[in-house]
């Protein structure tokens, strides 16, 4: 089974518009944390936002904001306000504590990406 | 400035031809790793490293091999390189921690023909 899903292969958006990118994750891990990032044309992972499993509250950082629901398991990254330098692919990732498994190991589990294209 | 530098950054080669792709990171970093991205699969992790002389496989190492002689370098070698290791590789570095981010080089574009 899938750990991370975006079933969302690319999307378009109107600038200025608010856009919600789709992500779902399966763990029997309680101490996790997920992670989105941006990768424009050129190319680099640019870390966007992150969110822990015990967290409360929905992390929020400028214009991107984290609908973290745990019972459904979903992490859906919203922009606000979209710009056209927001158009890339973005990732979700996780990284999962599990002390017996993955000990010592950092690994981030990544989707497949959704393509978000902002049209002037 | 806090950085993960990757070189190449382009490379095209053949079969079989031995290449190493070097990382190096600023920021005193315990923990790097080593991902491939693929169209439709995401990144996929190849190796990892806790520490200096402390290396394991991640998910998909065949081909592979890696060193961590040095806390900052983390180099990524193909012995013999075949086609189907044509990909976009990133390097990645952070201390370890669950509320920590990984930062990543700006990745390798690797053409084995």
């Known amino acids: 089974a899938q750990k991370i899903t975006q079933t969302q292969p690319g999307m378009f958006v109107q600038e200025k518009e608010a856009v919600t990118l789709d992500c779902t994750y399966d763990t029997s891990d309680p101490s996790y944390g997920l992670f989105w990032y941006k990768q424009p044309s050129s190319g680099e992972m640019i870390f966007l936002i992150y969110?822990?499993?015990?967290?409360?509250q929905n992390a929020t950082e400028g214009r991107y904001s984290l609908n973290f629901q745990k019972a459904r398991k979903s992490a859906n990254l919203v922009i606000s306000a979209s710009q056209l330098g927001d158009s890339a692919m973005y990732f979700c990732a996780m990284r999962e504590l599990g002390w017996i498994s993955n000990f010592g190991n950092e690994k981030l589990t990544f989707g497949t990406g959704t393509r978000l294209t902002i049209i002037p | 400035e806090a950085q993960v530098t990757q070189n190449p950054r382009y490379l095209i080669t053949v079969t079989g031809k031995k290449l190493t792709v070097t990382c190096s990171q600023n920021?005193?970093?315990?923990?790097m790793s080593w991902y491939r991205q693929d169209p439709g699969l995401g990144l996929r992790q190849i190796y990892y490293s806790m520490n200096v002389e402390v290396t394991d496989k991640g998910d998909v190492p065949e081909g592979y091999k890696v060193s961590r002689k040095e806390k900052r370098n983390f180099p990524l070698i193909l012995e013999s390189p075949s086609p189907n290791q044509t990909s976009l590789y990133f390097c990645?570095?952070?201390?370890?921690?669950?509320?920590?981010?990984?930062?990543f080089g700006p990745g390798t574009r690797l053409t084995v023909l």
């Open positions: 969110q822990g499993s015990y967290d409360q």
């Open positions: 920021m005193n970093h315990e923990y």
């Open positions: 990645a570095s952070t201390t370890p921690g669950m509320y920590n981010e990984q930062f």
